[in-house]
């Protein structure tokens, strides 16, 4: 699932257009050596006329990951899975993106695992990390931490992330309760928007299980 793209030009200037000029996932999902891989955008990104599109910009500003949002996102993935004719799925999500797939986990049964790159796990603490003003109108994935408690996954930070800094991750776990299905990997060398390509098919291929032990 794509993070935010272009969602704004500065601090207090809105993008017109929040399609990504360079879209990390993509770049991402090309790499990934699972049999089947899907590549989602989010909501009014690639969208051709926006003049006709029912986009409207506060679903890539304060309600990005609103209530509709979500129940949009999870009605894509459901047809998606039903023409693929899977069983389940294990969601990816960076930046913005991870807040997405937090939050569409947290209302489906059938998720097998969930993995975050930079992600943005609690709206309310990155935006006071930035001095900006709060997402009204969004929903807080950390929020939602212990409803996927039980899910393998694993949350990849970067040790020179400045956008999304790693104790945002820390948060969500101890959030999560600390649950053995919750796994914080930091990578280093990594920033918000590099550094992962190189590693992701090797990051991509390990299974994530919870911890027995």
Known sequence: IEGDGIAWLSKRRLSRDP????????????????????????????????????????????????????????????????KSGAKSLHLVGYSGGAAVAVLAAARRNDVASLRTIAGNLDTEAVNLYHGVSPLTGSLNPIDFARRVAFIPQEHLTGAKDKVVPGFIADKFFEKAGGSPCVKVTQVPGASHGSGWEEIWPEISARSLVCDQG
Do not use: G
């Open 19 to 82: 399609t990504p000029t360079h879209p990390l996932v993509l770049k991402l999902a090309s790499e990934d050596r699972a049999a089947n891989v899907i590549y989602l955008a989010r909501p009014c990104q690639y969208v051709s006329s926006r003049e006709d599109s029912h986009c409207r910009n506060a679903y890539w500003s304060t309600k990005r990951f609103s209530e509709e949002v979500v129940v949009s996102m999870n009605q894509a993935l459901d047809r998606l899975k039903m």
